[in-house]
């Protein structure tokens, strides 16, 4: 407090102590009772410990804001009230600043900034010391707060000179907007020229459609062209071709002797015209070619959305379940989503899925009823290595992957017993045992747990004309003899077939079937009936209705030199004039081939053809049927 004695620190003079009047009094010299301040050197530059109020500081008054009346006021002396402290100071290199005593009317008490500076050690009293001069002076440092203190207001009246500087204070605020300005320059630069790389980049560019694009167009594009799909027949305006003209064109490459025995047909399908034949009505083995026959009556006698499901039920003892098969051999043992040999196969996960939601998990046994087709493990004409093969399999009315061993593979080799082999691994991730005996009976009415379906029989249809997929046609054989009422084996699909055809007008007169897929030596086929299938099927007209329904015979038919079982032909000589222009239903057994379908002239119009050849060594004769339909595709036939 003022006045105290207990303190040991330097205090500010005290509220009833004259300054004036030691410094006028004669005994003293005029000295006054303040802090005594040592003199500047450059070593030491002069500091003053000012004290401020803290808590749990005893014994240490605040700064005075006025002071007391002077004992003996001096005439020619003002008095002079004691300047409140500044804030503490801060020890840097810097010159001492002078500041003057403050008039007391017009001073405003000062202000402790909000953001007080770091505080500084405890200092040692300095020793009272004479000063130099009348006048009190006081010395501190000049400082730079960090962060600074707003400036103090000065009263107008204020000499030039006293109180803080104002450009001291001002100077920080006005550096740091100066380098915020700065930073924000040099951000936004960056930020521009890392814009301008990014956009420079190809990729980029490309993706915006900016003007210096690599790929950029060079001029305005053009303006959309609407456009009207539809299939259209060749020109009235187009010549068409005659007789005379294909007879020319064929006349060399049907005579080579590598043929052997050869048969054939040549229609154009816009008019119906026969434009070459020979011996067009002699049945000969027709092999694989005679899945044009099959494949026709299936879209004839059935629904083209056809679906075969296979159906898992309830069994007549508690636990048990029984399969059902309903005629789907594409059924796929890969997981969901993914794609064996045969697209949009139904998954037998999906199946054990169902059952197992609608049993609970608690299924023991599984068994197998396959009455829907009869049971007929081969066909008459069939070698004995046929089935089980790399090509076919037993005709089974559920198997999966087409009885393969690897799903993947088109050529992997098949089950002896396919359906046997769908039950235990059903009953594998069932978590069940397979059935004794395997084959049983379905109950009547019997609770449906699961079922999924194959593929619909167009794209069933399609794929198996590309790959002459054996088993597929043979089940098909067999739908049909269902659907007309025929037993569902080899005979009665045979017997379907020839019915199913015979009632839409075709000519089958002379046909044996024995099989439906074409490994059969004892079946036999005229070439005109073949030719007369596919001139229905690539009908330009929309008078005939058969033509719509056996318009998916034309879609699956294989590419020459592209796809399917024409993927490595028509590479050599003469064929390859055909390439991809040719698509066409190959045969081959041993001493048999054969080629059906179509193929576009240099006229744009479409020309069917059927040929067979007998007696003849397999590989010199696909050469030479090659050429002989790629003549076809060479001239304008006139």
């Known amino acids: 407090m003022p006045g105290s004695d207990e303190t040991p620190e330097p205090t500010w003079p005290s509220s009833d102590h004259d300054t004036d009047r030691d410094a006028t009094a004669s005994g003293d010299g005029g000295v006054t009772d303040q802090l005594r301040v040592p003199k500047v050197s450059n070593a030491d530059p002069p500091t003053i410990r000012v004290s401020k109020p803290e808590a749990g500081r005893a014994g240490q008054a605040d700064p005075p804001t006025q002071q007391a009346a002077p004992r003996q006021p001096a005439p020619q002396s003002p008095q002079v009230s004691q300047q409140p402290p500044p804030p503490p100071p801060r020890f840097a290199a810097q010159q001492p600043q002078q500041v003057a005593p403050q008039p007391p009317q017009q001073q405003p008490p000062l202000q402790q900034p909000q953001q007080q500076p770091p505080q500084q050690p405890p200092q040692q009293p300095l020793p009272r010391q004479q000063p130099q001069q009348s006048q009190p002076q006081r010395y501190q440092p000049q400082r730079q707060p960090s962060p600074p203190p707003p400036p103090l207001p000065l009263p107008p009246s204020e000499p030039a000179g006293t109180g803080p500087s104002e450009d001291n204070t001002a100077e920080p605020a006005v550096a740091r907007r100066g380098k915020g300005l700065r930073i924000g320059a040099v951000l936004a630069v960056l930020l521009l020229v890392a814009t301008g790389v990014t956009l420079a980049l190809p990729d980029v560019s490309n993706r915006l459609g900016l003007p210096w694009a690599p790929n950029a167009p060079k001029a305005q594009p053009p303006e959309p062209v609407a456009v009207t799909r539809e299939l259209r027949g060749p020109s009235e305006a187009q010549p068409a071709p005659t007789q005379a003209g294909v007879a020319s064109a064929l006349q060399g490459p049907a005579s080579a002797g590598v043929l052997g025995t050869l048969t054939g047909s040549v229609v154009d399908p816009d008019t119906g015209t026969v434009l070459w034949e020979r011996e067009a009505d002699r049945p000969l083995t027709p092999a694989s070619t005679i899945k044009l026959l099959t494949f026709a009556a299936a879209l004839l006698a059935l629904d083209h959305g056809t679906q075969f499901p296979t159906t898992v039920v309830q069994g007549e003892e508690p636990g048990t379940v029984v399969l059902v098969a309903g005629g789907d051999v594409t059924l796929s043992s890969l997981p969901s989503g993914e794609q064996s040999v045969y697209p949009g196969a139904a998954h037998l996960d999906d199946l054990v899925t169902q059952v197992k939601e609608a049993t609970g998990g608690s299924v023991t046994e599984v068994r197998l009823d396959p009455s829907i087709f009869a049971e007929d493990p081969a066909a008459p004409g069939w070698a004995p290595g046929d089935s089980p093969s790399t090509f076919m399999a037993p005709v089974q009315p559920a198997m999966l992957d087409g009885g393969r061993r690897e799903a993947t593979d088109p050529n992997s080799m098949r089950y002896g017993d396919p359906a046997a082999e769908l039950v235990r691994e059903l009953a594998n991730r069932l978590g069940a045992k397979v059935g004794e005996p395997l084959s049983t009976p379905a109950p009547q009415g019997a609770r449906v747990l699961g079922e999924v379906r194959s593929a619909p029989l167009a794209e069933l249809v399609d794929r198996a004309m590309l790959t002459s997929d054996n088993l597929v046609a043979e089940v098909l054989a067999r739908q049909v003899a269902i659907a007309q009422g025929k037993e569902p084996s080899f005979e009665g699909g045979a017997q379907a077939t020839l019915q199913v055809l015979g009632r839409n007008g075709f000519d089958v007169s002379g046909v ?96 069917v053809f059927a040929f067979m050849s007998s007696g003849t060594d397999i590989k010199a004769a696909r050469a030479a049927l090659d050429e002989l339909t790629a003549t076809l595709r060479g001239c304008g036939c006139r």
Do not use: C, F, I, M
């Open 512 to 607: 044996e079937l024995s099989d439906a897929s074409g490994l059969s030596t004892k079946n036999r086929v005229p070439a005109a009936l073949l030719s007369e299938v596919l001139a229905v099927a690539a009908d330009p007209g929309e008078d005939d209705p058969r033509t719509a329904k056996l318009r998916p015979l034309l879609g699956g038919l294989p590419v020459a030199g592209g796809s399917g079982t024409l993927s490595d032909r028509y590479t050599e000589g003469a064929a390859t004039e055909g390439r991809g222009w040719v698509r066409a239903k190959t045969g081959t057994l041993s001493g048999a081939n054969t080629l059906a379908g179509l193929v576009l002239d240099q006229d744009g119009r479409v020309l």
